[in-house]
Nanobody
């Protein structure tokens, strides 16, 4: 099974930016959909962005601030996060489905994003 490894998290001040990376151990060119999720302390994991079939959808809370992109040649998906807010603090995870009917892959370790002054 393809493994996904997230990186790029860190501590950033409010208003700052980070770019997260999700590196896959295999080709992502034929993957049906790729996702970014996040989980804040004491809260359920929530969907941040999904890309599938050439279109990308964002959660209302991040729309206009976050941008998901993918580089099939590098088997990597990115999440550019701008104008970060303290409420964006969470562990961020990527995931994927190979087909519309298939399950999500095993969850990775995620990458911690902390927005604080």
């Amino acid at each position: 099974q393809v493994q996904l490894v997230e990186s790029g998290g860190g501590l950033v001040q409010p208003g700052g930016s980070l770019r997260l990376s999700c590196a896959a151990s295999g080709s992502i060119s034929s993957i049906h959909a790729m996702y970014w999720y996040r989980q804040a302390p004491g809260k359920q994991r929530e969907l941040v962005a999904i890309t599938s079939g050439g279109s990308t959808t964002y959660a209302e809370s991040v729309k206009g601030r976050f941008t998901l992109s993918r580089d099939n040649a590098k088997n990597t998906v990115y999440l550019q996060m701008n104008s970060l807010k303290p409420e964006d603090t969470a562990v961020y995870y990527c995931n994927a489905r190979f087909r519309s009917w298939s399950s999500l892959l095993n969850w990775g370790q995620g990458t911690q994003v902390t927005v604080s002054s």
